[in-house]
């Protein structure tokens, strides 16, 4: 094992993982069950909107012809021969000096080619017959809503890789999508190493912590849009060790480990990698926290080597994870959007590489401002439970004043990016 | 009934709604299942962090005092009886002139009052035992993280009324939290009306279209952390009406009818609220779209009558339904935020009534842009697919130029606040 590791700049690191295959698997789903999923397929329009000539207002469906001497002092008098609401359509065409009662969004009678609103018109009954009369010429298509007008049959409408929202969703239902072909969730494995760790329900004991990155992690993975499988603790002897992975492997469509990755006489994973035969891409970043990040794949199956320390695990997660599962999706927008914005709070530490510093959003006065989420010692414990976005501060920079433009990286899994950019 | 609507300013309208009492129903999940739930409890430090002297670094636990005398031309020798990794523990106190080597994150044995740092100790052998030699003086606690520097045990870490994220759920497993109180999801009952309608999986039939509110709503009520009770169509033929809505009360903790709402010939709502015996807290509001949106109370449950126009139905929705939610799941912030930005494009109609208009928010040079998702006709039909927020545009205005200052109410249910307040 070499332990010689050379430091690579962070999107050296993500543009390694993102340049591997990631096989997209595509499964059918109810449109009941289709939010939040991923489009596997275009939608497009199947018919045109609106399907038919439809109507905008109440009023009468009429033959504009009829209304060309129409006026104040000789008002045109039409016989109503029926009413439509919505969803209804008229019984027969109009003829000549005659008109229909219409609803708003009722289909257009044949013979007419026109609505005058109700407002407009007057109404009487004559001899059990109803009529309306109306003073003014009307235009030929005046108040009709063309077929067609809105969408055209045949439109793509929504891309596949597109996340399925609530509008999409409404989109899917209007086009007789009653199932829709949407990318299957990745299956993400996770196994915790260190022998320092308890589980979750049980007491504390001398020496010992709880484990909290699988727990952290799985709900990152279920924020990322993918199904987490927790296969527990990894024993911290070799031998049981490689195999528990090797299995894994065949469970699960990619494998992330928490600890372990440094060069400590405790830190199995390096050697499991080398017995594997897998190619290690990276195993030092220059980056704080989680430069020990290692990432490495078997015949095209990652596996993430993430810190065993929490602030660095939740970074390495969001960075090299995130995206590779977006790619899995197969998103349009796979990374995380990096955007510019204000600091809110000195950070005077000089930064020999470049850092993520867990950080809140505001928005002031229209502008992006962004504060540490826990900058004292005491807060290092909870920052990650109010954590939306990294502050991302360039290797070799002194420190950074209140007021100062910075890089943001945004957690929010509502809003993506196509590219991953930083300046650092 | 009374025909004659008296509109209410939006902003009126979510206060009468919000000041009404929610039901919040408490029920306890495995921590497994708790990421994105609502903390129905206060989490609270169950023991120290870190709950014991812990290493920082690996290097040597020693006695400071061993080391007054060290020097560079006279080191101390200290016996190193043995090596502790991460989770275990010292076998015994060490005794003056002995030292333990200690992992990162490894208790500090009793006996030892600072660590050595690998790096400014030599180790050798001799008969059989191992020693390391120390050429400076080291300070009590130097290097130590000591028993409850980062939280004592009984801080409140984070407040009932919180989402779980990963940071929270990360809490949750350091302080043994396996299973936790959350809010119950509120169960919210769908009507769509309107005998234009065809399900989803019906063919198009001339004069009708396809249901897709009641699909878009369900994914609405998903986003916002509540579950969705599909119930059908309405019947247009007011006693099945009626009763439909009495038998649905019963199965859900709020319901939602689409359509119907309005003063027409078919809009049959506002009479079954009337025989219901509801209280209406609104059927009008100065607002575009949306306007007829009417919310009804009867023995404390709620009854929104959402627009059958699409756009309209949306807006409803986040404005009335979305905060009632929240407030049933006890939300610590349950308004959708509203912030300030800049409008990206003209939009010159004036408006005569306030108006929310469904845009994206873009970022550019850290100020929030906010563009309209769909200007144009066409667009019309995708405008939902690309909604994120809301441009709220204030009554009696004008019209508004690009660059303008506007508000923009976001839709992302990651971030939400106590306040709701509108300059219209």
Redesign the interface.
Known sequence: MNLHREPIPVAEAVKRVLSLEAENYIEKVK??NS??RILAEDIV?T?S????NKSPY?GFAINSESTNDASKTSPVHLHVIEE??????ASRAIAPGEAVRI?????IPEGADCVAMFEICQTYEAEDKSYMTIKRPMEKRQNIIEQG???KKGTL??EKG?E???????????????NVQVYRKPVVGVFAT????LD?????E???????????????I??SGAEPL?LGKLADEFDRCYEAVSEALNKVDMLITTGGVSV???DLMPDVYEKLGAEVLFNKIAMRPGSVTTVAQVNGQLMFGLSGN?SAC?VGFELYVYPYIQKSLNKTEPYH?I????LGTDIMKPNPFTRFIRGSVA?E????TVHPAGID??A?????????AFIILKGGTRGYQKGD?VQVLLL?P??GSQFFQIDA
Chains 1, 2 share one sequence.
């Open positions: 449109i009941e939010y939040d329009a018919h909107i609106p399907p038919f109440d439509i609401g919505a969803g209804h359509r609803m708003t969004g009722a289909e007008s809105e969408t409408l929504v597109t399925i929202n609530p509008g999409v969703k409404a989109l899917l239902a209007t086009f007789g999508y009653s260190g022998t320092e760790l979750v329900d049980q007491a504390l001398p020496g010992k912590i709880r484990n909290s990155n699988a727990y952290m992690v799985t709900a990152q279920e924020r927790y400590g006489d405790y929490p939740y959007s955007i510019e914005g204000i928005y006065k229209g502008k992006v010692k005491s290092v414990v909870t920052s990650l439970a109010h954590t939306n433009e929010s509502n809003e």
